[in-house]
């Protein structure tokens, strides 16, 4: 079920890519460039990350809307008025699509490298299971160290998340949190 998941998200967003391809190119690039020529100037910075998300976000600001009003001109010149106005106006919905359908596509991906290894390797997906076990004990234990736990259960914005999910259950107060947080 998964693995078909992730092949409808990777087609989904086949589109979109396709269509930004340019603005990957190009902004890798001229990031890149503006990153080295800033580390190399600079003693402070290493590699100029901070540089490079600057960098792409002032050339997506400029380039995206300019690919997409380019691409609407080749859209009406090469195929027709109505295809160039069907393209203007939806394929910023198809941009969203492959933002949203790559986006969960790399959650399910990033959910399946550990079932796949608890399927392939048995004692290793059990040590997963049994650390994880372990890191939820300590984190409780913390919580009810520090008394997080009557804050969380008194909290307005909390009380409905405790509410809906123990109104199925019949629970002593110890069990609540844990329930609900584990």
Do not use: Q
């Not at 859209?75 to 393209?87: K, M, P, S, T």
């Not at 399946?112 to 650390?131: N, Y």
């Amino acid at each position: 079920y998964r693995s078909v998941l992730l092949v409808i998200y990777f087609v989904a967003a086949i589109p979109g890519s396709v269509a930004a391809a340019p603005y990957f190119v190009i902004s890798n690039y001229i990031s890149t460039e503006k990153a080295k020529t800033a580390a190399a100037k600079s003693s402070v910075k290493i590699a100029g990350r901070d540089l490079l998300a600057t960098w792409k976000i002032l050339v997506a600001m400029v380039l995206v809307p300019g690919l997409h009003f380019f691409y609407t001109l080749l859209f009406l010149l090469f195929i027709g008025e109505i295809a160039g106005i069907v393209y203007f106006f939806f394929m910023p919905f198809v941009s969203l699509l492959t933002v949203l359908s790559y986006e969960m596509g790399l959650k399910l991906w990033n959910s399946l490298k550990p079932l796949i290894l608890a399927l392939l390797d048995k004692e290793r997906g059990m040590k997963i299971v049994a650390k994880r076990e372990d890191t939820r004990r300590e984190v409780m234990k913390v919580i009810k160290e520090f008394a997080w736990d009557k804050e969380l259960m008194n909290n307005e914005e909390m009380k409905h998340l405790f509410h809906k999910r123990l109104s199925t259950l019949n629970l002593d107060e110890d069990e609540e949190l844990e329930t609900c947080l584990g």
